[in-house]
């Protein structure tokens, strides 16, 4: 039986393909093959409200104005040199990069446990080192390729499959418990760090542009380098790559697929205006 999600991301795709006959409940519900009344429970369970109003966060016209709003939200942050407010997940994590000489390494000597968890959004890969995070991934339902990438990004590295120690960082992840410190274990370039400590200060709930983020490591000309680094972003979500579309409020590719970037966006917009 298809999860939650999986029956969410189905419709969320529906709806990209339908984006402008705007499907109603009844045609959406009969994609799913699920009577009108059990997808609107199912939906409003999951996400928090109706899919309707899902649906009116995930239009262009919203999303720009939420851009903008972040816009200065982001300028007004940056000037004063505070973090975001609120309960932000940049508050509870620490980023701990490897040194240039540990990046040529690339891992070698380190060990590195991972382990497949089911999650909100589906099923992802969770890797961690003795000094943090090191890798998060969703995974569908073949997490080989998740795998695949961890093993490429750390050569050097030894690799171990042990649940046992990750389950304990996926619950602190997706858990609903109080948020509480988590250290990333990064390895990266100089100016992909940047980068991702930079989609760090983007509150749940806000988007940003592309350029957006190149103002904010002090490069309004990088756009394309930083579309590639936020690209090569190895901890989904808590890292929110997610959060970042183009500037005519086009959503936009995501390494583990479109319709759960609209998913997350959609689930985080209604914990803040739901």
């Known amino acids: 039986?298809?999860?939650?999600?999986?029956?969410?991301?189905?419709?969320?795709?529906?709806?990209?393909?339908?984006?402008?006959?705007?499907?109603?409940?009844?045609?959406?519900?009969?994609?799913?093959?699920?009577?009108?009344?059990?997808?609107?429970?199912l939906f409003s369970r999951w996400v928090?409200?109706?899919?309707?109003?899902?649906?009116?966060?995930?239009?262009?016209?919203h999303a720009k104005g939420v851009l903008d709003e972040t816009r200065s939200l982001l300028g007004a942050t940056y000037e004063s040199g505070l973090s975001s407010p609120g309960r932000l997940h940049d508050l509870f994590i620490s980023v701990d990069a490897v040194t240039p000489g540990q990046y040529?390494?690339?891992?070698?000597?380190?060990?590195?446990?991972?382990g497949v968890h089911d999650t909100p959004f589906g099923k992802c890969v969770v890797a961690v080192t003795e000094r943090g995070i090191c890798g998060?991934?969703?995974?569908?339902?073949?997490?080989?390729?998740?795998?695949?990438?961890?093993?490429?990004?750390?050569?050097?590295a030894t690799l171990g499959q042990k649940p046992r120690v990750t389950r304990p960082v996926a619950d602190k992840i997706f858990g609903n418990g109080a948020p509480q410190k988590?250290?990333?274990?990064?390895?990266?370039?100089?100016?992909?760090?940047?980068?991702?400590?930079?989609?760090?200060r983007i509150p749940p709930g806000h988007l940003s542009s592309y350029g957006d983020v190149a103002r904010l490591v002090?490069?309004?000309s990088a756009i394309r380098a930083v579309g590639h680094a936020?690209?090569?972003?190895?901890?989904?979500?808590?890292i929110p790559c997610h959060r970042v579309i183009r500037k005519m409020g086009v959503f936009g590719d995501y390494h583990w697929g479109s319709a759960r970037k609209k998913a997350i966006i959609g689930w985080e917009a209604a914990q803040r205006f739901g």
Do not use: C
């Open 104 to 114: 040529k390494q690339r891992g070698a000597g380190l060990s590195i446990a991972y």
């Open 48 to 61: 928090g409200i109706s899919p309707k109003r899902f649906l009116q966060f995930l239009t262009i016209e």
């Open 218 to 220: 002090g490069n309004e």
């Open 136 to 156: 998060l991934a969703f995974a569908n339902d073949d997490p080989h390729k998740a795998i695949q990438d961890l093993k490429r990004r750390w050569p050097g």
């Open 230 to 238: 936020v690209a090569q972003n190895p901890i989904s979500y808590l």
């Open 1 to 41: 039986m298809p999860s939650d999600y999986a029956r969410i991301e189905k419709a969320i795709s529906y709806i990209e393909e339908k984006h402008l006959e705007q499907p109603d409940l009844d045609e959406l519900a009969a994609h799913l093959g699920l009577s009108s009344f059990h997808f609107q429970r």
């Open 182 to 200: 988590l250290p990333l274990h990064l390895q990266g370039t100089n100016f992909q760090i940047k980068v991702w400590e930079a989609l760090l």
